[in-house]
């Protein structure tokens, strides 16, 4: 079982960026599809970015297009979300996520980092 733990959450002002990561033990990532989701108060989690083994397919919500950025390195079990022109409304909880096969129905979940974008 893979275990995740990200980082580089925090407060930021609108506008301004964050780095997340995500760093995976327990097994390598090679054979995963990782992706970023987040949970807004209130609100359900939505899948905001994923990228496929190879780094060949990914996939963005619509509201981050443009403004975020995943990538992964398999040699050091890491995948990173680059968070650019950020709102306030980008504020939620975000979790690492890693997906063997299930369609993101049955992902292994991390922790999750708190990022707050004030006004």
């Known amino acids: 079982q893979v275990q995740l733990v990200e980082s580089g959450g925090g407060l930021v002002q609108a506008g301004g960026s964050l780095r997340l990561s995500c760093a995976a033990s327990g097994r390598s990532l090679r054979s995963y599809a990782m992706g970023w989701f987040r949970q807004a108060p209130g609100k359900g989690r939505e899948r905001v970015a994923s990228?496929?083994?190879?780094?060949?397919?990914?996939y963005y919500a619509d509201s981050v297009k443009g403004r975020f950025t995943i990538s992964r390195d398999n040699a050091k079990n890491t995948v990173d979300l680059q968070m650019n022109s950020l709102k306030p409304d980008d504020t939620a909880l975000y979790y690492c996520a890693a997906d063997r096969g299930t369609g993101w129905s049955s992902p292994t979940w991390g922790q999750g980092t708190q990022v707050t974008v004030s006004s």
């Open positions: 990228i496929g083994f190879s780094s060949s397919n990914t």
